[in-house]
C-alpha cells in the first residue's frame, strides 16, 4: 500500500510517499481502509524533530486519526464491523496511508450525515476542547480567550463556548481575514498573535486556552482577570520559556492558575461518549466542522508546508 513515512526530521521535504506492506488486525483491532486523513499541529511538530525525545525515529508514518470503511478485524471482534463507516484514532502514527488499524476502544461509528472529511476535522479536536473548558472550569458567564483559534482545537473551543454561554470570546488571529471568519462563528474580540488590542479598555478574561505555547506564553498571563485560570492544551509554537512560571508569582495577589491538559487523562469511554456526541451535533447542523483545504495523499509535503507558513484555518485533510 501507499503510505507516507518522515525520512528525514525537519522540514516538510521529509515527508516521503513509500510502499509499505499492508498492516494486518491484531487482536482487539480494526483494520479501516482510509477515505480521509486530519492533519493536525502534532503531526507537524513531531515531524520537526521537536518531541524527538520521546522516542520518533526516521521511517514513522505519521497521523493520528482517519474515517472510512472497515475491511477486517482481528481476533475476538465482532465481524458486524466489517462494512461500517468509523472514525478511528491510530496512536501517534500510521495515519498517513491507504489502510490503517486501530484499537476497536478508540473507534466511533460514524452518523449518516456526517461525512469522512468532517470527521477528521472534529474526531480529535472536539474532544480536547470539551474537557479543557471543563478542566479550566469553564461555567456560563465566563469570558474566554483562545489562542490559536483559527486551528480544529480553537475553532471547536469557540463554538462550545458560545453555546454553553460565554460572556465573551477573545479570539487570537494572524490576519483581519482570520479575524473576520472567527467574528462570524462567534468571538467577540479580536486579538493580534501577542494578545495586542486596539480598545485600551478591553477587560481581562476569565480563562485563557493556550494551544500554541512557545515563547510569548507569558505575555498572555496579564490577560487574566482576577483568579483567573491558563489552560495549555498543546506547544505548535514551542516549549514556553523555562521560567515562564516567575511570570505568575509576580502577580500573586491576582490568584491566577496555570494548568496543562492533554486527553490522554481522560478515561475512554468518557472521551468516546463526547465524540458520539459532537458527531451526533454536527450531522445535526449544530456544529460546524472548518476545513481548509481537501489535498490527496501524495500531497502531504503541500499540506505540512502550509501548517508551517501558519496559512491553514481550520484543518487540511488528506483523501486517498
Same mark, same amino acid.
Given at each position: 500500500m501507499r503510505a507516507v513515512? &518522515?525520512?528525514?526530521?525537519? *522540514?516538510?521535504?521529509?515527508?516521503?510517499?513509500? +510502499?509499505?506492506?499492508?498492516? &494486518?488486525?491484531?487482536?482487539g483491532q480494526l483494520l479501516v481502509e482510509t477515505e480521509a486523513i486530519g492533519v493536525g499541529g502534532v503531526d507537524a511538530v513531531i515531524r520537526r524533530g521537536t518531541l524527538g525525545s520521546f522516542g520518533f525515529r526516521v521511517g514513522l508514518v505519521p497521523g493520528s486519526e482517519i474515517a472510512g470503511r472497515v475491511v477486517g478485524v482481528g481476533d475476538g471482534v465482532d465481524e458486524m464491523w466489517l462494512g461500517r463507516r468509523v472514525w478511528a484514532f491510530t496512536g501517534v502514527g500510521g495515519a498517513y496511508a491507504e489502510r490503517a488499524v486501530a484499537d476497536l476502544a478508540d473507534v466511533a461509528v460514524l452518523p449518516d450525515g456526517l461525512s469522512s472529511i468532517d470527521s477528521v476535522a472534529l474526531g480529535s479536536a472536539g474532544p480536547v476542547a470539551h474537557f479543557a473548558l471543563a478542566h479550566a472550569h469553564f461555567a456560563r458567564g465566563d469570558s474566554i480567550l483562545l489562542r490559536g483559534a483559527a486551528g480544529s482545537i480553537g475553532i471547536t473551543a469557540l463554538q462550545l463556548a458560545r453555546a454553553a454561554g460565554a460572556s465573551a470570546i477573545g479570539v487570537t488571529t494572524s490576519s483581519p481575514v482570520r479575524g473576520r471568519k472567527l467574528l462570524d462563528l462567534g468571538a467577540t474580540v479580536v486579538l493580534d498573535r501577542l494578545g495586542d488590542s486596539d480598545d485600551a479598555s478591553?477587560?481581562? %478574561?476569565?480563562? =485563557?486556552? *493556550?494551544v500554541i505555547g512557545g515563547p510569548a506564553l507569558p505575555s498572555f498571563v496579564d490577560r487574566l482577570a482576577p483568579n483567573g485560570r491558563m489552560v495549555l492544551v498543546g506547544v505548535v509554537g514551542g516549549y514556553p520559556?523555562? +521560567?515562564?512560571?516567575?511570570?505568575?508569582?509576580? =502577580? %500573586?495577589? !491576582?490568584?491566577?492558575?496555570?494548568?496543562?491538559?492533554?486527553?490522554?487523562?481522560?478515561?475512554?469511554?468518557?472521551?468516546?461518549? =463526547? !465524540?458520539?456526541?459532537? %458527531? *451526533?451535533?454536527?450531522?445535526?447542523?449544530? @456544529? #460546524?466542522?472548518?476545513? #481548509? *483545504?481537501?489535498?490527496?495523499? +501524495?500531497?502531504?509535503?503541500?499540506? #505540512?508546508? !502550509?501548517? +508551517?507558513?501558519?496559512?491553514?484555518?481550520?484543518? &487540511?485533510? @488528506?483523501?486517498?
Open positions: 513515512s &518522515i525520512q528525514e526530521f525537519g *522540514d516538510p521535504s521529509g515527508l516521503v510517499v513509500v +510502499d509499505l506492506p499492508e498492516p &494486518i488486525a491484531a487482536p478591553e477587560p481581562r %478574561f476569565d480563562i =485563557v486556552l *493556550d520559556p523555562a +521560567d515562564f512560571g516567575m511570570t505568575f508569582m509576580s =502577580v %500573586f495577589q !491576582r490568584s491566577l492558575s496555570f494548568a496543562t491538559f492533554s486527553l490522554d487523562t481522560v478515561p475512554t469511554p468518557q472521551r468516546n461518549q =463526547v !465524540r458520539t456526541d459532537l %458527531f *451526533d451535533a454536527a450531522a445535526r447542523g449544530e @456544529l #460546524h466542522a472548518v476545513v #481548509h *483545504d481537501v489535498l490527496r495523499l +501524495d500531497q502531504a509535503v503541500d499540506a #505540512h508546508r !502550509r501548517i +508551517d507558513a501558519g496559512e491553514v484555518f481550520g484543518r &487540511i485533510v @488528506l483523501t486517498v
